[in-house]
């Protein structure tokens, strides 16, 4: 992996890390049903209206079932287990949680798409996993699993995130990145129209100007951008190594709930994070290239529309 692909993943994931605080923000006011619907729907229509712009190939044959069904997985399904969880536990709770979604994907990268997680990696998992424990500060005598239903929820959409990068990584080899994305997002709303349109379309009559600006962020950045730049990462990186950085969002998302909702950090949270921090910096240790960033990332734009293979690094 680059300097400038490191850079671009941790930035994404400062922004990826506030949406568990924008999930249960907009929990007055949308169900999980119409928030899905409306983030990705105004996902997909920036994109589609674009598409003429869009670089790279278009895909052939049976690439456009792949990304429908990829699609369905990853813009439907597996967000509507992710918004529920949080709307029914805590936001510092998902942010905590989200630090096993790495090694969720990780393992179904090295299944499916035979790469090999080195003992660096797998330290830097298992520290990983060690700061999620010392966040929950499982030691304490009255520790019990509060909201399980909604952690199972949130841990279930996980197997739904990895499609993404398990079913999406090969097709960048054929079709546009931005082609891909774009595709997956028409197919997935269009299954969320189907699951509830109605009673999104009704929900977003009552959304205030607040609540489309939160709506917004989620559709422009964390989703347009942020799946984009996933891609461009993973097309020339392993998959175990760009998931590395998801470790990031717990440590973010706890400052961001702290900041936004009023959730207090705990001490667990504090020494938590600096261990995930330290697996982090283990894990990726020998896996980024040296180079200037601005090289790396200029053009990228470009770079991401290409389906020609890159070299793994």
């Known amino acids: 992996m680059c300097a400038g692909h490191l850079l671009l993943l941790i930035v994404m994931n400062a922004l990826w890390a506030g949406t568990y605080s924008a999930f249960k923000g ?11 619907t409306l983030r990705y729907s105004v996902a997909a229509v920036l994109l589609a209206v674009s598409w003429p712009w869009l670089p ?80 929950a500060e499982v030691w304490r005598p009255g520790f019990c699993l509060p909201g399980l239903w909604a952690h199972v929820l949130f841990l279930s959409s996980f197997v739904c995130e990895a499609a993404y990068s398990v079913m999406g990584k090969p097709l960048l080899h054929r ?8 595709l997956a997002l028409v197919a997935g709303s269009l299954a969320n129209w189907v699951w509830d349109g109605t009673s999104a379309w009704v929900a977003a009559q009552g959304l205030p100007p607040k609540g489309w600006s939160v709506v917004l962020y989620l559709s422009v950045l964390c989703t347009v951008v942020g799946y984009v730049a996933w891609f461009v990462v993973i097309r020339d990186a392993p998959v175990n190594v760009a998931a590395m950085t998801v470790f990031l969002q717990p440590v973010l998302g706890v400052l961001i709930a702290a900041a936004t909702l ?16 330290t697996g982090v910096g283990i894990g990726l240790s020998r896996q980024i290239q040296r180079g200037r960033i601005r090289s790396a990332l200029k053009g990228w734009w470009v770079r991401a529309g290409s389906g020609v293979q890159a070299r793994d690094s």
């Open 262 to 277: 009023g959730e207090r950090p705990r001490w667990g949270h504090l020494w938590g994070g600096l261990v995930i921090l």
């Open 56 to 135: 790279g190939p278009a895909p052939q044959g049976r690439d456009w079932v792949w990304i429908a069904v990829m699609g369905v997985i990853v813009f439907c399904l597996g967000p509507r287990l992710q918004v529920a969880g949080v709307q029914l536990g805590e936001a510092t709770d998902a942010a905590v949680l989200m630090a096993l979604e790495p090694l969720v994907t990780s393992i179904a990268a090295a299944i499916f798409l035979r790469e090999r997680i080195g003992p660096r990696r797998w330290t830097g998992f298992s520290l990983g996993v060690a700061g999620v424990l010392l966040m």
């Open 175 to 182: 079709v546009g990145t931005v082609r891909v994305v774009a």
């Open 26 to 36: 907009l929990a007055p006011h949308l169900d999980p049903g119409a928030l899905v």
